[in-house]
Structures are given as structure tokens and as C-alpha cells.
């Protein structure tokens, strides 16, 4: 063997090592994903644009020209939304993608490098298979393949999110902090983590809690820095975290058809000269002030909170709500019903996890931050979306666990239908 085959032999062996059947089938996997993305952005060129995703268009537009981060038609600065997503967009614009479908695309690419992710995460807490499976229920989910097509920010959160679970079960605090905080601002409720993962996770570790929190610090610093000296009252990392409570605590969305929902015609119009800061805040008293005058109402509005974020309860509306977000209708429609029979896997892979005395706080640390802000804001599809990689990733512990017993059935069932009519089985006893 000459020398160039034995260097090309040894380099097929750590290729191999490398890149086993594992990734390959991921590979594949990802491939089948990003199809059915592409697919899902060309049938939602016909969806009206509006609302958020609107905002986030136009507003990264405004970045991308070099005007910075102004509200849409004047010249006023805005943390109305965490800036993660617009400057996706605002870099998608800069190479010439600048078009809804273009950033559809963008959405494409990243919800596939996020069920890449939800496979490595089902590997590294329970097994190959695990991996393999959650990353094909994340590949096909409607939920998650529509929300990834909406132009709205869930697309790149979700890629964070897993990526920071990830860093959580590898006990890697910098990584964790850095991820949590990209997270942080591209959605705002991830600063909940924080609590719900880094400190429940090394809260016996002061040093790597200390590290995880202070890359976290590091990583929001910048732009939270820009909110303090714009803006009139103190802007952490968005003015909507703040104005979200006029319409979750009105008499809209506490009595009638919208409980547990979400309205914007509780808000009230802005003060003349006021800021942005200052009329969310505005916002924010409004409805902290109804809660507190109507808390004997508040627990019925829970419960429809939570029945809304599971998405068991006045369903319709909830596709529809859905459609106004940019999410396809039949898409969202058959998701939900998916997802029922995913929460009940769920279930039995939390118990299955517990039993094999497997990672589970990486797991339920989602799980707890969504219901947390459900109940504190209110109940939609969308915030749940921080929990579907992780209801992947507990499903398919329990189809991987149930598949032995389930094949065997298979197996004999065959066995048994391959029989002619009138066959004797012939049990042989000896040497019993």
C-alpha cells in the first residue's frame, strides 16, 4: 500500500468516526425539512402581511439604510420588539435579500438548522434513535415548519433556545449565557431561563453561574446601554414587554369571547409628546391596575390562559389568531391536532426520562417558562413555540422506548397472518 492510500484509508477511517450513520440520517433528515420548508414559503407568498411581521420588515429595512431603529414613517426611536430578528433581516437586506419571499427563505434555512439541533439535543440526553426521531417529528410538524415561513422572530429564537439547551446539558456556562442572551433578544420571555436554567442548574456552582450570567450581561449590554440613553423610562430589552399588559388585562380579554386572549383595542393613544417608553409604560399601569381591581376574575383568565397556550380550547380561533400572524391555515389546523397526541407522548417520556434516571431539567426548564408567561401575560399558539423542540425531543424518548414492543407485535402478526387456513403449529418440547 502506497503511502497516499494508506493517508487516503486513514482519513475514510476518522471521516467515519466522525461522521457516522448518526449524522447521515440527520443529514437526510434535514434535507427532507428544508424541502418541506421551501414548500411552505411558496404557498405562503399569498398571505397578507401584517401586524408584527410587518413591523419587523420595515424596520430592518430602516437598519439595513443605515437610519437605525425608528418606528415605521417618522423619525422616532423604537425597542418596540427585541432587535434579534430585524437585524437578520436588516443583514438579509444588505446582500440583496430584501423581498417577504427572500426572508422567507432566511426562515427556511433557520428552522432547518433548528431541527439539526433538536436531533443533537434528543442524542445528548437520551440516544441516537431519540435524536433521529425528534429531529423527523420537528421536520414534518406543522407547527413548527409554519411558524419557521411567517416572518416572524420564532424562526431564529428557536435556534438559540435549542442551542442553549444544548450548552445547559453540556455544563458549558459561557456558551449557555452567550445563547440565552441572543435568545433574550430576539425574544424577551428568555430571560426567564435565566432563573428557570442557569441558576437552577449551578446554583451550587458559583463560578460557572457567575460566568453563564455574566456572558449573558455581555450579550445584552449593547443594546439595552442604547435603550437607557434614548429613551425617557428604562427599557430593558423591549417596550412591548411593557404594553402587553393593556391588552391581556381589559374587559375584553377578561369577560366574552377573547378570555385568556389578547387585545389591542385596550390600548389607549399615546399622549402628545410622549416617547415610546413612555406610552408602553402608560400601557403597562393600565393593566396592572385593572388586574389588581378585577383579581377575583384573574383565575378563571388563568385557566383560559393556559387552555389557550395548550391550544385545547376554543381551537378555531386559535387558527385564526394564528393566520393573522402569518401562519397557514390548514397548516396550524392539522398541527394542533398533531400536538394533542405529542403532549400525551410528551407525558410518557417525562416519566420514561425519570425512571432511567435521565436529564431532565434541560427538558422541562421551556416547558415551566412558557406556562409562567401564559399565566403573567396570556395564552397563544406562539408563545408556545419556545416548548415544541423540547415536546419533540420527550415524544420520541417514548416511541423509542415503546418501538421493541411494538415491532415484536408487528413481527408476530405477520408471522401469524402468513399462516394457511388450517395450519397446525407444531410446538417442539424436547429437551424441556
Request: net charge positive.
Amino acid at each position: 500500500m502506497s503511502a497516499g492510500d494508506a493517508a487516503a484509508a486513514i482519513g475514510g477511517a476518522a471521516y467515519a468516526q466522525v461522521v457516522g450513520p448518526f449524522h447521515r440520517r440527520l443529514v437526510l433528515v434535514a434535507v427532507a425539512a428544508l424541502g418541506i420548508r421551501l414548500a411552505a414559503a411558496v404557498s405562503a407568498e399569498d398571505f397578507l402581511v401584517q401586524g408584527d411581521a410587518f413591523v419587523f420588515h420595515h424596520v430592518a429595512q430602516g437598519v439595513a439604510d443605515g437610519q437605525g431603529f425608528h418606528v415605521l414613517g417618522g423619525p422616532a426611536p423604537t425597542a418596540e420588539h427585541p432587535p434579534g430578528w430585524e437585524i437578520m433581516l436588516a443583514a438579509a437586506d444588505l446582500v440583496g435579500a430584501n423581498g417577504y419571499f427572500s426572508h422567507r427563505l432566511l426562515g427556511t434555512l433557520l428552522g432547518t438548522m433548528t431541527v439539526v439541533l433538536i436531533g443533537l439535543l434528543g442524542r445528548a440526553v437520551a440516544t441516537p434513535a431519540v435524536g433521529l426521531l425528534a429531529a423527523a417529528l420537528a421536520a414534518v410538524h406543522p407547527l413548527l415548519w409554519s411558524a419557521d415561513v411567517s416572518l416572524m422572530s420564532e424562526t431564529l429564537y428557536g435556534a438559540f433556545l435549542v442551542g442553549a439547551l444544548l450548552a445547559a446539558h453540556r455544563r458549558s456556562p459561557l456558551a449557555l449565557g452567550a445563547l440565552l442572551g441572543l435568545a433574550a433578544l430576539t425574544r424577551g420571555e428568555a430571560l426567564a431561563l435565566v432563573v428557570l436554567l442557569v441558576v437552577a442548574l449551578f446554583w451550587r456552582q458559583w463560578r460557572a453561574m457567575a460566568l453563564a450570567v455574566g456572558a449573558f450581561v455581555l450579550v445584552l449590554a449593547p443594546w439595552t446601554v442604547r435603550n437607557l440613553v434614548t429613551f425617557e423610562k428604562p427599557v430593558l430589552i423591549s417596550n412591548n414587554a411593557s404594553g402587553v399588559w393593556a391588552g391581556a388585562n381589559c374587559p375584553s380579554s377578561y369577560y366574552g369571547d377573547v378570555i385568556g386572549s389578547w387585545r389591542f383595542q385596550c390600548y389607549t393613544a399615546p399622549h402628545p409628546g410622549d416617547d415610546e417608553s413612555e406610552h408602553f409604560a402608560r400601557q403597562r399601569d393600565q393593566g396592572v391596575d385593572y388586574m389588581v381591581d378585577n383579581l377575583g376574575r384573574l383565575p378563571a383568565v388563568m385557566v383560559a390562559r393556559l387552555a389557550r397556550l395548550a391550544d385545547v380550547w376554543r381551537v378555531e380561533q386559535a387558527v385564526f389568531i394564528a393566520a393573522q400572524e402569518g401562519r397557514l391555515t390548514r397548516a396550524t389546523r392539522w398541527g394542533i391536532r398533531l400536538e394533542w397526541m405529542v403532549y400525551l407522548l410528551a407525558a410518557a417520556g417525562i416519566v420514561i426520562q425519570r425512571r432511567r434516571r435521565g436529564p431532565l431539567l434541560v427538558l422541562l426548564a421551556p416547558i415551566a417558562m412558557v406556562v409562567l408567561v401564559a399565566l403573567a401575560t396570556y395564552g397563544s399558539t406562539r408563545f408556545r413555540y419556545a416548548a415544541e423542540p423540547v415536546l419533540c425531543v420527550l415524544a420520541a424518548v417514548a416511541v423509542s422506548a415503546a418501538w421493541p414492543r411494538l415491532r415484536t407485535r408487528i413481527t408476530q402478526f405477520h408471522v401469524a397472518s402468513s399462516r394457511k387456513p388450517g395450519t397446525r403449529v407444531i410446538h417442539d418440547n424436547r429437551g424441556q
